[in-house]
């Protein structure tokens, strides 16, 4: 099934109990878009990713990446995604190549040396291959978690604020090797909390509040009608009306 | 289906008990080989406990090797979900391409192969204290690979549900420790008055210890195939809970 769209969300919603945590959200996400996904803490970013990604069930609507849903279809629509969670995790038992090697054989990827070496390469991970992830810094771990997103090479890439705790140098490296995908056609969804970091990255952008989705446009236009102002004020404005509103 | 990625989650599912192995394997061969020693010394003694021309020794063989598949078979699989949840990676297998029926197959099939090497182990070195004739050498093979998966199926069950090591804990010493030690591993049902007989057919873990036993002896409680029916009812209904569980994404998929 082929979707102009990389990812199509549709009327999302998710309660847990009474509280609503996603109200109604409709996105649809070009293929080949830089997609910021801004919102303050608890917003409802994860969530939806996690919806996205199929670690959360949605109470209603329905999502589809690449044209396959993410619950009918859900071997196409994961082999077409990445997702780098927000938290840190661990795995005590294997080396960090061994992760790789088991990460692409769940994805039918038999024979996936080259890639993960080039993996290994460009997250500066090489020294830390035979390692466990237990040994790794927090930054290191990043690493990891993004070589594990892309081990099997997913048309959509969903970075849940994957900067956070990390320094300034492995930032620079990240965003470089990040845009490098996105060059080579790539969908990339990022959530983060440095606006800068969107403001200089992505094409589009949703910012989401309370679980509503309060705006979203191409980057260009928000600025635009925004008097050209930097997107953090735009941003606070944004949420401000949204809080005063409510 | 997803062949390879099941294989794989399988692989890594016994490779992580092999790399554990004193502590997956030889501690629970070193726990049978205790039991024995107390109670070898005793053995020709020992009358009167339901069957004729065994020794009490050979008699709690099958009983001690089915206990330890039990129990470690339900370690296995709960174990490995359970670190999964708390450390995080679970979420590896949730976005892989697999299905409900391929993650609840490859952790049984992990859970078999922990219960059969341990088996193995028991009956070796249960041969050094005695010479142990196993007289339906397939049928004890079909009985720890059955009992295996039902309780692999159970610790997946269990792995799902607990939210922390406590939890599960508590199933292991509440529930699976119960049942093992009260379902003939040291005793013949034979000897228990009525009541006490009764509730032991309630207890699965009586079936498979019962089964083995004459699967290696050639005598037992019961009807060997009253028992192989039952541990086959207990292995679909731990595998569709589980199934189910992770079909609906319990505890897992919020």
Same mark, same amino acid.
């Given at each position: 099934m082929s979707s102009e769209f990389a990812v199509d969300i549709q009327k999302i919603t998710k309660k847990y109990g009474k509280e609503e945590v996603l109200k109604d959200v409709t996105l649809q996400i070009s293929k080949g878009q830089f997609f910021g996904l801004l919102g303050p803490n608890g917003a409802g970013k994860s969530t939806l990713i996690n919806t996205i990604a199929g670690l959360v069930r949605p109470t209603s609507g329905s999502i589809s990446i690449m044209g396959q849903d993410?619950? $009918?279809n859900y071997r196409e629509a994961r082999r077409a995604l990445g997702l780098v969670p927000q938290e840190l995790l661990d795995e005590p038992f294997f080396d960090i190549e061994n992760l790789l090697k088991l990460q692409s054989g769940y994805f %039918?990827? $038999?024979?996936n040396d080259e890639w993960i070496n080039e993996l290994l390469e460009v997250m500066e991970l090489k020294k830390q291959? /035979? $390692? /466990?992830? %237990?040994?790794? %810094?927090g930054g290191m771990k990043r690493r990891v978690l993004i070589a594990m997103a892309l081990v099997h090479k997913p048309s959509v890439i969903i970075l849940d604020e994957p900067t956070a705790g990390v320094d300034i140098n492995l930032r620079r490296n990240l965003w470089k090797f990040i845009k490098q995908l996105h060059k080579l056609g790539h969908t990339i969804i990022l959530t983060t909390h440095y606006l800068e970091e969107a403001e200089t990255l992505c094409d589009y952008i949703a910012i989401i509040d309370c679980g509503k989705i309060i705006t979203q446009q191409s980057k260009t236009e928000l600025l635009k009608n925004h008097n050209n102002k930097q997107l953090e004020h735009i941003f606070m404005e944004l949420i401000d009306r949204e809080t005063d509103e409510e | 289906m997803n062949f390879y990625g099941t294989l794989m989650l399988f692989y890594k599912e016994v490779m992580r008990f092999l790399s554990v192995f004193m502590q997956t394997i030889l501690a629970p061969v070193i726990n049978a080989v205790l039991f024995l020693i107390v109670f070898y010394p005793f053995g020709e003694q020992m009358? +009167?406990? +339901?069957?004729? !021309?065994?020794d009490y020794g050979l008699f709690l063989i099958p009983g001690l090797l089915m206990m330890s598949v039990l129990q470690n078979a339900f370690a296995n699989s709960s174990s490995s979900m359970i670190q999964a949840k708390n450390y995080g990676n679970v979420i590896f297998m949730l976005v892989a391409p697999l299905s409900s029926f391929e993650i609840m197959l490859a952790f049984v099939a992990g859970a078999i192969v922990r219960g059969i090497l341990v088996a193995l182990a028991v009956y070796l070195v249960g041969g050094l204290f005695y010479e142990i004739n196993i007289v339906h050498p397939l049928a004890t093979f079909a009985l720890v690979f059955l009992s295996s998966l039902v309780m692999g199926a159970m610790g997946l069950i269990a792995g799902i549900w607990a939210d922390r090591y406590d939890h599960l804990a508590g199933f292991q010493n509440f529930v699976i420790l119960p049942l093992t030690f009260l379902s003939g591993v040291f005793y013949?049902?034979?000897?228990?008055p009525e009541i006490w007989y009764q509730i032991s057919l309630? !207890?699965?873990f009586f079936y498979m210890i019962d089964a083995l036993r004459f699967s290696i002896l050639g005598q037992s409680d019961i009807d060997i195939f009253i028992s192989i029916w039952a541990i086959i009812c207990f292995a679909i209904s731990t595998c569709l809970c589980a199934w189910w569980m992770l079909h609906t994404g319990y505890r897992l998929r919020h």
């Open positions: 993410v619950i $009918k %039918s990827i $038999k024979n291959a /035979k $390692k /466990k992830m %237990s040994m790794l %810094s | 009358t +009167g406990f +339901g069957f004729s !021309n065994v013949s049902t034979q000897n228990l309630w !207890n699965p």
